[in-house]
């Protein structure tokens, strides 16, 4: 993987779910997809979906208000979209901000599914500003100022829904990538090194090292 990180078939991921108290019972509510050309998201390739979780859904902090109970009832469950799931996201080149839980929790329900390599916009920022306190995904949109790009790729969403937060992700890499030494020049080896994810297949799944 000695090309330039931006040559790379690179695809954003973001999952929104009902959260990690729920352990093994976790559902996914929300996925999206935003594929990336030369570093860049190619709305033409997006794709999002809410997933009917087959229960009803307390309201929690994490999970968007936008995602009523209406709304989630009238969606397709996950077996519906599996496949749209798969043709999207099996085998690619993973980024995301803290990518690692959603792939986890992707895996639960889908263990079938596996990524070329995982990489992690969260453990990239925190590789350049190691004394950061914070780092969420809408403090660094903010901070990088590419929060009108966001709005105009994600119109109508929000940060905690897929579509807003995969949008953000795939804004936030080339911003960071910016910052490195090797800039543009930047290779996927180098980034992977650096940002990527170790996946260690356990006990007849995939486990990710931090």
Known sequence: MDQLWTAAPL????????????RDREKILEIAVVPLAAGRPEIGGV????????????????ISPDLTGTILLTAPPLEDV???????V??????????GVDWRLLQRHLPDLE??????????YKHLRPAAERWS???LITQYGLSD????????????R????????ALLLPALVQDLPGGAATTLAELERIAGLRQQPAAGQTTLEF
């Open 11 to 22: 695809v954003a991921l973001d999952l929104e779910g009902t959260g990690g108290q729920d």
């Open 47 to 62: 794709w999002e979906t809410t997933v009917n979780p087959g229960r009803s859904i307390a309201p929690r902090p994490w």
């Open 82 to 88: 599996t496949d749209d799931i798969t043709t999207r």
């Open 90 to 99: 099996h085998k690619q080149i993973l980024i995301g901000h803290n990518i």
């Open 115 to 124: 990524a070329v390599a995982l990489i992690d916009t969260a453990r990239l």
């Open 137 to 139: 995904l809408s403090r």
């Open 149 to 160: 790009q966001v709005r105009a790729l994600a119109p109508k969403r929000t940060p905690h």
């Open 162 to 169: 897929a579509l807003w937060d995969a949008v953000a992700a």
